[in-house]
């Protein structure tokens, strides 16, 4: 019996292929995720640094939106303040 595996990236090429030029494939990805195929499933993904630093971003931008709105729904009067207060 077969699986199907999600690949999570656009670009993929194989463990062989990656491990004999890894350069090369992230400079063909052009910025872009690569999942890396080990027997046709991915093994593992290559993100370009500069994806990797806005994806990071992204999850602390995610963990600051649900801290707010778990303040803003505690139950809590609010204070008003302005920013000249501040």
Known sequence: MSTVSRIMASMSTSITDFKANPNAVIE???????????????????VPPELYESMFE???????????????????????VSLDDL
Do not use: C, H, T, W
């Not at 063909?28 to 290559?46: D, H, M, R, T």
């Not at 931008?61 to 609010?78: C, F, S, V, Y």
């Open 28 to 46: 063909q990805s052009e910025g872009e995720a690569i999942a890396v195929l080990k027997s046709n499933e991915p093994y593992f993904y290559a």
């Open 58 to 80: 992204a999850m602390e931008d995610l963990a600051l939106l649900m801290q707010a709105n778990a303040r803003m729904n505690d139950g809590k009067e609010p204070i008003e």
